[in-house]
């Protein structure tokens, strides 16, 4: 009977199986301050504090390879971490920063001319980005109050930047720049918090997360091999 059923071929599995577990270190801390080093730089010169047109030239090379790059390889890690929300942010704004560091070397090479005023084509992927990142700020909610924070005004800046290239008016870009350096410095006392956390193996400082005793400075919460849903494995999230 055992034989025909299968559960003698499942027992025989799982006497003879090994389970090897690979804690990752968090990938947001990478994601997050490329993230906020890159978005903080762009959308000061948006805001007007610096700079000129030629400015995207000399930024976008660094945008590209540290809010591109290393965003959206923390994404790829963040996948393998099992966390949702930090792979489809980390990994759409990766790649969105490396293609449009692409597109600010086709300008500065002379391959294309931005338009002067409006750049609906712009604007359209600033609408998609906006409507994903306000997605993943409604997820957040079941984290922690500073990603939740980080993608809330991240989804607004995106907003603003859309109407500005849809309509070419300069006081949208404005706007948008400065909402995006307030997302940046959210973005910079999570992944620090993170950071802390990681390496004095307590919480430093609170993210308001869900779990209230989480937000107490000294509660170490962070437990790397969890044995969930008669899952073993590295914990699920960061």
Do not use: C
Not at 8 to 13: C, F, I, P, R, T
Not at 77 to 99: E, N, P, Q, V, Y
Not at 107 to 131: D, K, M, N, R, S
Not at 172 to 193: C, D, P, R, V
Request: glycine fraction near 14%; aromatic fraction near 12%; charged fraction near 10%.
């Amino acid at each position: 009977m055992e034989g025909r059923n299968g559960h003698g071929e499942l027992a025989e599995v799982r006497e003879h199986t090994r389970v090897v577990l690979q804690p990752i270190a968090a990938p947001s801390i990478l994601g997050l301050f490329g993230f906020a080093g890159a978005t903080f730089i762009v959308a000061a010169h948006l805001a007007g504090w610096y700079g000129g047109e030629k400015s995207p030239e000399f930024l976008f090379p660094f945008a590209a390879m540290f809010g591109g790059l290393a965003q959206f390889l923390a994404g790829m890690w963040a996948f393998k971490a099992r966390d949702g929300i930090a792979t489809a942010m980390h990994g759409m704004w990766g790649s969105f920063w490396l293609a449009y560091g692409v597109l600010n070397l086709l300008v500065a090479v002379g391959v294309y001319t931005l338009p002067a005023g409006a750049f609906p084509e712009l604007g359209f992927w600033f609408i998609a980005l906006a409507v994903i990142t306000a997605l993943g700020a409604v997820a957040a909610v079941a984290e922690s109050l500073g990603l939740t924070t980080v993608l809330t005004t991240l989804a607004v800046g995106a907003g603003f930047l859309a109407l500005h290239y849809l309509t070419g008016e300069g006081w949208w870009e404005t706007a948008g720049g400065w909402i995006l350096i307030a997302s940046a410095i959210a973005a910079t006392y999570t992944a620090g918090a993170m950071m802390l956390e990681s390496a004095w193996g307590r919480v430093v400082l609170p993210l308001g997360k869900v779990a209230r005793e989480a937000n107490v400075p000294g509660t170490r919460i962070t437990q790397p091999i969890q044995f969930e849903h008669q899952e073993p494995g590295v914990r699920m999230g960061q």
